[in-house]
């Protein structure tokens, strides 16, 4: 059973940073792409950051490009997103996501998906 727990969400002034956490079990971060999604509340779910099974290439969403960064630790089964220079707009439940695809031409989630974590960025 596949389970991915994510954590270091919480409350961060405009142009302050966090880095959240994403810990699995039951799968093999090594093979698999790894994302972060995130949602606003009345937006739909959005991709934040992607990384291929390789981990040879990385996709962001325009509006944190430069800001943020995705990386992993497959030995520790965890991903990461550090987010720097955090916006108000950056505010949303952020979900690590595993299975899907990352490439250059294209993105998709996969079947796995964390609790979420929250992130609210206001002074």
């Known amino acids: 059973q596949v389970q991915l727990v994510e954590s270091g969400g919480g409350l961060v002034q405009p142009g302050g940073s966090l880095r959240l956490s994403c810990v699995g079990s039951g799968i093999t971060f090594s093979i698999n792409a790894m994302g972060w999604y995130r949602q606003a509340p009345g937006k739909q779910r959005e991709l934040v950051a992607g990384l291929s099974r390789g981990g040879s290439w990385t996709s962001y969403a325009d509006s944190v490009k430069g800001r943020f960064t995705i990386s992993r630790d497959s030995a520790k089964k965890t991903v990461y997103l550090q987010m720097n220079s955090l916006k108000p707009e950056d505010t949303a439940v952020y979900y690590c996501?595993?299975?899907?695809?990352?490439?250059?031409?294209?993105?998709?989630?996969?079947?796995?998906w964390g609790q979420g974590t929250q992130v609210t960025v206001s002074s």
């Open positions: 996501n595993a299975g899907g695809t990352v490439t250059a031409a294209y993105v998709a989630p996969g079947a796995y």
